[in-house]
């Protein structure tokens, strides 16, 4: 019958955990079932006291086997039945036991090993997690310090009390009766619960492998306890010192078989020593006849504790090496199954593990990148500037994402995200850096194609307000030419009338400084450059954007008012593009009125603090509002009241306003028109969630 039949059989089986297996409970014990464990525990308590008395004819057993068959019946069964087991041991315990003893003798030992097995089960019980199992170094000390050394202890002591009365001497009497009940405890417990209450799933190819090993351990501890206990070896070689040979075995079987092969072994060597020594042969029959039973069991205890905690140790250690390994593997499938790229380096670049994802983005496999440096798969030109950001990061080790070209697996340029993590050794020193990436190529792109297209954008505002711009211009330089002209006729009637000159000089001085402010705000919009955030005076932006737009404004007949609160705090964000959202947004107004009376256009800028921390630009029109349908989608792409417009205005004003962190709306008056609304968040607000977002 295999372990796992035999687990299930078994009636002798309590509602715990053994073996990695979820046993009935206390409450699923029929009557049938109790009474066949009863009758299988009785069988195996006779058969352990008649091994066990076989021993005193010649010599009292190193090992008492029946106290272990009843600590492991209570340890097995629920404690409500523990009173039929312990009173189904008095009879055998009467019958077997020779009948020169006196009966008080056989209660007073019977009451006394009872209570022993009692005690042990009831605190391993409460101790243990599983008092079947002592497979952690915790749970294998408890076991030790209770079943082997704490209450056999007590227990030898009352036991041996009793002696002297019968004649026999108190000293050597406790230490026949504690080492018998210790090395039982220590050896035949463990062996019976992992031997016949055991659950080891394996596979098919594993069980022969094992069982493999465990033959030839067997045999080769067998001969070579054979003859090292039988007294056969020739000269020296019979002494005590042959107790080392089986040694090797026992170390093989500690660090192969865990508790269930090493308490096999040692029970085996302890039935071959004390067969040999009752029968006057071995290293032990050197010893009085009266010490033989002491020796071996001394040899037992010192060789089987340290054997046992062995088997305990590398047991738990090995179970801690397959839960790293496991969890390794897990790990190792997370970041394999991950879309990002992730990878770990050394601060000199060289890479220590890729993920899959970054093996399939450079087409390369893990060996051609481990052990090479990530720098050789940046372009030349960036190389400096990466290099630089990781020796900062060495020097300072923080968070931090940083941007770069790398060259793709079909030899193209690619744009890459990282967010670099310093791991530091013990001396504070960044020793490895875990990087997680991702291709930012088509962001970038798209950030470039958002950047034409703003320009477009610009493009096609200014080519709106072309006329407007060039009678602005034109101002200027027809009064510089009227004082230049006036200049030459008053030089040439040679009259020196230096207050006159000096006042044309400064006519055309101002009006030149005002066709190139023009210039200067028309070239500003129109040349193509990075976004420069800055603090800016929100009234600063809107008086820029309205000199644009005065021109304008007048060829349409629009008046422009303007009501700029004067306690603004500053806004972070690019003047150019906060100008072309302005200047959208009074484009868009004033094509708003292009259909009503001229004397009703009137168009309203105002700034103010919009109640919370926000401050407000609001461009108010007075046309005929905005239809109730196209409202909802008025800043979308392509959405236009006008025949020749394109419907980009409005959405390149919303993206330039998140992309500033504020937001923009639109809404109708209560009475006519209507009202578009920029919300740009102050200078401080966009420092702390530019803060929290990089943390």
């Not at 089960?121 to 243990?128: D, E, K, N, V």
């Not at 002696?163 to 463990?190: E, H, V, Y």
């Amino acid at each position: 019958m295999s372990s796992d039949a035999r687990v299930s059989a078994s009636p002798l089986l309590l509602g715990r955990p053994v073996g990695g297996r979820r046993l009935p409970d206390e409450t699923s014990w029929p009557w049938p079932r109790t009474a066949g464990a009863l009758a299988l525990f009785g069988v195996a308590f006779f058969l352990a006291y008649c091994f066990g008395m076989s021993f005193s004819q010649a010599m009292p057993s190193p090992l008492w086997f029946p106290d272990a068959v009843l600590l492991c019946a209570l340890l097995l069964t629920p404690p409500r039945l523990w009173w039929p087991f312990i009173l189904v041991t008095a009879p055998i315990r009467f019958w077997l036991v020779p009948a020169t003893l006196p009966f008080w003798f056989l209660a007073a030992a019977f009451l006394n090993d009872s209570l022993k097995a009692l005690l042990c089960a009831s605190i391993l019980r409460r101790t243990l997690r599983n008092p079947t199992r002592f497979d952690r170094l915790r749970d294998f000390g408890i076991f030790v310090g209770v079943a082997v050394v704490g209450v056999p202890l007590l227990s030898g002591v009352a036991g041996a009390a009793a002696c002297p009365a019968i004649g026999r001497p108190f000293w050597p009497s406790w230490q026949a009766w504690f080492l018998g009940d210790a090395m039982a405890n220590l050896l035949l417990t463990p062996a019976i619960l992992y031997w016949f209450f055991g659950h080891r799933e394996r596979r098919k190819s594993e069980r022969v492998g094992r069982a493999t090993e465990a033959a030839l351990l067997a045999a080769g501890l067998a001969a070579v306890g054979l003859a090292a206990f039988s007294g056969r070896l020739p000269g020296p070689y019979d002494s005590l010192a042959v107790l080392y040979a089986p040694l090797p075995f026992l170390l093989w079987a500690a660090l192969r078989f865990g508790l269930r092969g090493t308490s096999a072994v040692l029970t085996l060597s302890a039935l071959l020593a004390a067969a040999a020594a009752a029968q006057g042969r071995g290293p032990f029959a050197l010893q009085p006849p009266d010490q033989r039973i002491l020796w071996i069991q001394l040899f037992l205890f010192v060789v089987a504790l340290p054997m046992l905690f062995l088997a305990v140790l590398v047991r738990e250690r090995n179970e801690g090496l397959a839960s790293l390994q496991k969890s390794e593997e897990r790990y190792r499938e997370v970041v394999n199954s991950q879309t990002d790229l992730i990878c770990r380096f050394h601060p000199d670049a060289t890479l220590t593990f890729v993920n899959e994802a970054y093996c399939r983005y450079f087409g390369r496999p893990h060996e051609e990148l481990i052990g090479r440096r990530f720098l050789d798969l940046i372009p030349e030109g960036p190389r400096e500037a990466v290099r630089g950001h990781l020796e900062s990061l060495i020097r300072n080790p923080r968070v931090e994402t940083n941007e770069h070209e790398v060259v793709r697996a079909d030899g193209t340029i690619g744009w890459q995200q990282w967010v670099n993590h310093a791991i530091r050794g013990r001396d504070g020193r960044v020793v490895e850096f875990q990087a997680i990436g991702r291709d930012v190529t088509d962001r970038k792109h798209a950030d470039e194609a958002y950047r034409r297209l703003a320009h477009s954008g610009r493009l096609a505002l200014l080519g709106e307000l072309t006329a407007s711009i060039a009678h602005e211009i034109n101002q200027p330089l027809g009064a510089i030419l009227s004082n230049a002209d006036a200049l030459e006729m008053l030089l040439e009637s040679g009259m020196s009338r230096p207050e006159e000159i000096q006042a044309i000089l400064s006519d055309i001085r101002r009006e030149d400084l005002r066709a190139s402010d023009v210039i200067r705000r028309v070239r500003a919009l129109v040349r193509r450059r990075p976004m420069e955030v800055e603090p800016l005076d929100v009234n600063d932006v809107v008086a820029d954007s309205l000199r644009l737009a005065d021109a304008e404004c007048r060829r349409r007949g629009v008046v422009l008012e303007t009501d700029l609160a004067s306690d603004l705090p500053a806004v972070r964000g690019d003047r150019v593009s906060l100008q072309q959202l302005l200047l959208n947004l009074i484009v868009n107004g004033m094509d708003a009125m292009a259909e009503i009376e001229r004397a009703d256009r009137r168009l309203l800028v105002r700034t103010a603090r919009d109640g919370g921390e926000s401050v407000e630009v609001a461009v108010v029109d007075a046309g005929h509002g905005i239809p109730a349908d196209l409202l909802p989608r008025l800043f979308d792409s392509f959405v236009t009241t006008r025949e020749s417009g394109m419907g980009l205005g409005l959405s390149i004003s919303r993206t330039i306003a998140e992309a500033h962190g504020g937001r923009i709306r639109a809404e109708n008056n209560s009475g006519r028109g209507a009202t578009l609304r920029l919300m740009l968040p102050p200078d401080e607000i966009s420092r702390k969630g530019q803060t929290e977002e990089a943390t």
